[in-house]
C-alpha cells in the first residue's frame, strides 16, 4: 500500500485516511484561523444552496456567484483536511475520529460538494435532474451543517485548551524567573555588604552589586506584570 506526507500526516492512497506521523506546530493565531475556515465553510455551504435554488428559479446568473461559494467551501476543506506549508492539516485524534471514523464528516462533506457541483451543472444546461437534484441538495444542507457544527467545536475546544496550556506554561516560566531573581537580589545584597566592608577598595564592586540590585527589581516587576496578566 502506497503513502504520502501531508501537513504531519500520512495518507493511505487506498483508504484516504491521515495516519498520524508528526504533530505540527500550533499557535493562538493558527487557531483562529483554523476556527475561521472552519466557520467559512458553514457560511459557503448555505451559500451554495440559496444561489443554486435562485438560479433555478429566477436568474440562472446567480449559478455563477453558487459556483464561487463552493469553490471558496471547497478550498475551506482541503486546508483543514490537507493542510499546507502553513496550515497544519488534521492534527488531534479528535478530528481524525471526526473526518475519517464513524461520523463520515470528510466523506459527507465531499459528497455534498459532488452533489452541488452537478445540480449547479444541470442548472446551466437546462437539464430535467434540476428539480431532484436541487431537492436533494436542500435536504443534504441540515445534516451537513450539524457536521460542520460539530467540526468547528472540536477546533474550538482544542484552541481553548491550548490557551489554557500556554497560560499555565507563562506561570511556570515566571515563576522560575521569579525564583532566579530571587537569588540574584541575595547575591546582590551579599555583594553590598563585602563591598562595604572592603572599604575603598570596593567601590566598584558595590556599584556593580547596585546595578544588579536594579536589574533584578525591574525583573520583579515585569514578572508580577506577566502573572497578572496570565491570571485576567
Known amino acids: 500500500m502506497s503513502s504520502s506526507t501531508t501537513a504531519g500526516y500520512t495518507l493511505s492512497r487506498s483508504t484516504?485516511?491521515?495516519?498520524?506521523?508528526?504533530?505540527?506546530?500550533?499557535?493562538?493565531?493558527?487557531?483562529?484561523?483554523?476556527?475561521?475556515?472552519?466557520?467559512?465553510?458553514?457560511?459557503?455551504?448555505?451559500?451554495?444552496?440559496?444561489?443554486?435554488v435562485l438560479a433555478a428559479d429566477k436568474d440562472i446568473s446567480m449559478?455563477?456567484?453558487?459556483?464561487?461559494?463552493?469553490?471558496l467551501f471547497r478550498d475551506a476543506h482541503t486546508a483543514l483536511v490537507k493542510g499546507s506549508d502553513t496550515m497544519p492539516g488534521i492534527f488531534c485524534p479528535a478530528l481524525q475520529e471526526a473526518y475519517f471514523g464513524p461520523p463520515q464528516g470528510n466523506k459527507k462533506i465531499c459528497d455534498f460538494m459532488e452533489l452541488a457541483e452537478?445540480?449547479?451543472?444541470?442548472?446551466?444546461?437546462?437539464?430535467?435532474?434540476?428539480?431532484?437534484?436541487?431537492?436533494?441538495?436542500?435536504?443534504?444542507?441540515?445534516?451537513?451543517?450539524?457536521?460542520?457544527?460539530?467540526?468547528?467545536?472540536i477546533y474550538e475546544k482544542e484552541a481553548s485548551g491550548y490557551a489554557s496550556k500556554a497560560k499555565n506554561?507563562?506561570?511556570?516560566?515566571?515563576?522560575?524567573?521569579?525564583?532566579?531573581?530571587?537569588q540574584a537580589h541575595m547575591v546582590a545584597f551579599n555583594a553590598q555588604?563585602?563591598?562595604?566592608?572592603?572599604g575603598t577598595a570596593g567601590r566598584e564592586f558595590s556599584v556593580v552589586a547596585n546595578v544588579?540590585?536594579?536589574?533584578?527589581?525591574?525583573?520583579?516587576?515585569?514578572?508580577?506584570?506577566?502573572?497578572?496578566?496570565?491570571?485576567?
Not at 169 to 182: G, Y
Not at 193 to 198: K, Q
Open 212 to 232: 544588579l540590585t536594579s536589574i533584578t527589581g525591574k525583573i520583579d516587576s515585569l514578572v508580577q506584570a506577566a502573572l497578572a496578566e496570565s491570571k485576567a
Open 193 to 198: 555588604i563585602i563591598a562595604a566592608r572592603a
Open 16 to 52: 484516504n485516511t491521515p495516519e498520524r506521523s508528526a504533530t505540527p506546530q500550533l499557535t493562538g493565531e493558527m487557531f483562529a484561523t483554523l476556527i475561521n475556515l472552519s466557520g467559512r465553510r458553514r457560511f459557503t455551504s448555505q451559500r451554495v444552496v440559496l444561489y443554486a
Open 118 to 153: 452537478r445540480a449547479l451543472h444541470a442548472i446551466q444546461s437546462g437539464w430535467r435532474q434540476v428539480p431532484t437534484l436541487l431537492n436533494e441538495l436542500i435536504e443534504s444542507t441540515t445534516p451537513l451543517l450539524a457536521i460542520l457544527n460539530s467540526i468547528t467545536a
Open 63 to 71: 449559478a455563477s456567484i453558487a459556483h464561487d461559494a463552493l469553490g
Open 169 to 182: 506554561q507563562l506561570r511556570d516560566v515566571m515563576s522560575e524567573i521569579k525564583d532566579i531573581s530571587k
